[in-house]
């Protein structure tokens, strides 16, 4: 039987704790909230699904190799909170002090690095579990790779897809190079929504099959596909750019080997003296020990 090694959002869980928890100070004054939340989302996970293998990725700074391919990528979200950008490092450090492998790597997002742990250790024989709410992981689900959702507690993998997002995962870099990503500033091809989009991958395989056959597009039984192409012709260029921006790396190095990941719990001394230092006693209190 498979072993199964989870692999979890960290900064995804970063934000959602900082967004929806009240200000908590450390004794020294430092702002917590976002560290307490991450802390006790993976005291919960920890109990109830006792990982034999676990990392925790976050993100290592905005600037990705994105924004030299598109230097407006994410340029609409501004800079964080204060509060919360003084809370980036020690997060990574309660996973550590909390024992679970933890990665992260400057110039690639979190999501990268997920999809590229993800292929090696199905290469491994793994079963794999990526804990995320972010839709464009979808596009990595196949045998032996399934989403945790934890905050909705639902399991999917990329045969629910379809009835998710309206494509097949396989196509899930398609749909969001159409349509954009307004959270993502991905532009997409400007005047395409997300039904006609779903319209067209229904017609068509993927994005080249869409531009390979434009003389097509007039006779799809869909309310204006007339202007349709011309709105394809148009953005031929934004939706590859925005291709090349939504589809995840999955061959970034990274020294890992799945016994890195295996979770034994915290040592005791390092996970006590950091809760100590940062108020986060209630997190460190059911924590799995060595």
């Known amino acids: 039987m498979s072993q ?3 692999l979890v959002d960290g900064t995804a869980y970063v934000f959602r704790s900082y967004y929806s928890m009240r200000p908590i100070e450390a004794p020294d004054g430092t702002p917590v909230n976002a560290v ?4 006790m989302t993976l005291q919960r996970f920890l109990q109830d699904e006792s990982p034999s293998h676990l990392a925790v990725i976050f993100d290592a700074g905005r600037k990705t190799f994105r924004n030299e391919i598109y230097p407006e990528y994410k340029a ?9 950008a003084v809370q980036f490092d020690l997060c990574p450090a309660l996973t550590k002090a909390m024992g679970i492998a933890t990665f992260l790597k400057k110039g690639f997002e979190a999501d990268d690095l997920l999809a590229s742990m993800a292929a090696r250790l199905l290469e491994r024989g793994f079963e794999v579990r990526v804990v995320t709410g972010d839709k464009d992981l979808s596009q990595i689900l196949g045998p032996g790779l399934r989403i945790y959702d934890l905050a909705k507690g639902r399991h999917f993998g990329a045969e629910e897809v379809p009835s998710l997002l309206g494509v097949r995962s396989g196509q899930v870099v398609d749909l969001l190079a159409l349509m954009g990503d307004s959270s993502d500033n991905i532009p997409g091809v400007p005047g395409v929504g997300k039904k006609s989009a779903i319209a ?16 097509a597009i007039e006779t799809l039984e869909l309310r204006g596909a007339k202007s349709l192409r011309k709105k ?3 953005g031929r260029e934004s939706a590859y750019l925005s291709h090349r921006l939504v589809r995840l790396r999955q061959d970034i190095p990274l020294a890992f080997e799945p016994a890195n990941l295996r979770y034994l719990g915290a040592e ?18 059911r924590v799995p020990r060595r």
Do not use: H, M, Q
Request: glycine content about 8%.
């Open 200 to 215: 067209l991958l229904a017609a068509f395989e993927n994005l080249d099959a869409i531009y390979e056959n434009l003389d």
């Open 268 to 285: 005791k001394k390092a996970l006590d003296e950091f809760a100590e230092r940062w108020g986060l006693r209630r997190v460190a209190a």
């Open 4 to 6: 199964t090694a989870w």
């Open 232 to 234: 394809l012709e148009a």
């Open 76 to 84: 609409n979200r501004g800079e964080p909170p204060e509060d919360l």
């Open 36 to 39: 307490f939340g991450l802390g």
